[in-house]
């Protein structure tokens, strides 16, 4: 049996009963996910790869167009060609734009027009932003479950609340912290039981295939090798993999497969079952990895080509949105152009101003 077969329990006159064909779905769920997850981790190390050369260039090309506006909008705020409307308008573009490319595109060549333009000097607001992110609270004495809808809380926000508030918060987190440990020793224990069912194969191929006892030195060299691939799968708690070693090296039959006992099947669908999630969990860090690289939903990252055709996409993307913003500043290099898109621009959060003189 080849490491990549499914491992099944086959069906023969009588069905198979719910034990066994879990066992099979839990089989071919593992096989599924020991397959698709060395291919999503093979897209992400290609997008990694690519990003230096492919995407970085781009980007940066991208940002120096913006970086070339804000200027072209401080000369033309410079050469007071608008009535005030539109100079508000300009400066607000200034600086939000430039505090942009400053944060986060290290564009610091910037700081003096934003200077010029904000009530506030660049460095104290990255100085603010950058205690905001240190000080940001995970404490788990801080922390409310997310899944509740509850957010995040801070040192400072937690002690403004009323002391019923608090303390129905510092309840709740004892409650959730005690229900926490329970839920862990009753894992332990079901842990216990099934490494014991893991262990009882892994004995099984290790009196069959250890190699101190052998003497004619090519059998010794072929049972350590065997031995490496026990071991190996024993540590990853790998039962899927020690059965089929099992059958491989002729230790059971299918027949005993078959026929194996409830308590077998019960114990061994729990190995299986603490297999799979632990694969879906790699899984889910893989596919958010690449989400956070590409943009794409992390579920829909199920293929290496849908994640690379992605990529491309971005790539191809952003190739297009440059050309499109050198346009735009080729447009807004005529006064009237860039007038006529002030016209119709609204600063969020302000009442619409109207001023259509030079």
Known sequence: MSETSVLRIHEKKES?????????????KIEELDRLIPELRTAYEQMIQRIPTDLDPLVREYQGFRAEIV???????????????????????????????IANYGFDELKPVFNKYSETEIEVLLNEKREREASRITDPAFLLDSENGQEEVSSAAFHDLPEEEQQRIKTEQREQRLQQRIREAKQNVEKQKTTKSVRTVYMDLVKAFHPDLETDEAEKLRKTETM????????????????????????????????LTKNQLNYYNKVLK??????ELEKEIIQKQISAVCGLPYQHANSLTTVIVKFNTNVNELKSEIKNIKELLKHWKVPSQLKAYLKTYQIPNQPYLEDDDF
Not at 16 to 28: A, D, H, T, Y
Not at 72 to 83: C, E, G, I, P, V
Not at 228 to 248: G, P
Request: net charge negative; hydrophobic share 35%; glycine share 0%.
């Open 16 to 28: 198979l009963n719910k034990r066994q064909k879990e066992f099979n779905q839990l089989s071919e």
């Open 71 to 101: 200027h072209l909008m401080d000369r033309t705020y410079s050469n007071d060609l608008f009535r005030k409307a539109y100079q508000t308008k300009l400066a607000y573009l200034i600086t939000e734009s430039a505090f942009d490319l």
């Open 228 to 259: 490496q691939r026990i071991t190996q799968a024993y540590q990853d708690n790998n039962l899927l993999q020690l059965l089929k070693l099992q059958i491989e090296f002729e230790r059971i039959d299918q027949d005993r497969l078959e026929n």
């Open 274 to 279: 603490q297999q799979v999630e632990e694969l």
